[in-house]
């Protein structure tokens, strides 16, 4: 009797360090530790579901089993209805017609998003100095563009994020414009 409850007690240690860690079972900490020793821990500290964005747009546009249109549609999740391009025109139904043209153009290997700094404006909305790279190689039968393309944006953009209804979305600053990305 005193094996059981003492094997019962090490089941539930061992569960709870596991939980409390972030590790198996998906307890913990819903960011997953940044894989950029880059990272702005600070961002992640203060504004967690930011640094959340991050770690799913650093993947969400990597081939998968997702269609091109479902992978299009998880990344529009984190930008405004009210997205301004660079000349400040309103430009969300853009960026997704042109990011799924290129989804469906390229096999999409890399397409990095690492928070490196941020500052909280004035307005309460957030600037996020990000580095961004992409790696792109044009799929078979696919016209336009470059073969492949692999590049690093620099200087690395500021990303506004702005908090609506609770929820953080990127507002501005968002290269997508092939003179902003390497022509692609």
Known sequence: MKLQFACLVTLFCISLALLGCGGGGGGGNPVAPPPDPNFDLKLQEDYPTIAASYVKLDSVLKESSQTAEQRVSSFMAEISADFVNAAGSAARTDLETTTLSRVKRYTIN??????????????????????????????????????????????SPTLTWKNESGTWKIIKGLPYLSTDVGGI
């Open 110 to 155: 890399e397409y990095s998003f690492v928070p490196t700094a941020h500052k909280v404006n004035e307005d309460g909305t957030i600037a996020v100095t990000t580095a961004m790279s992409i790696y792109v190689v044009r799929k078979e039968g696919a016209a336009g563009g470059f073969e492949s393309l692999k590049t690093t944006l620099d200087p």
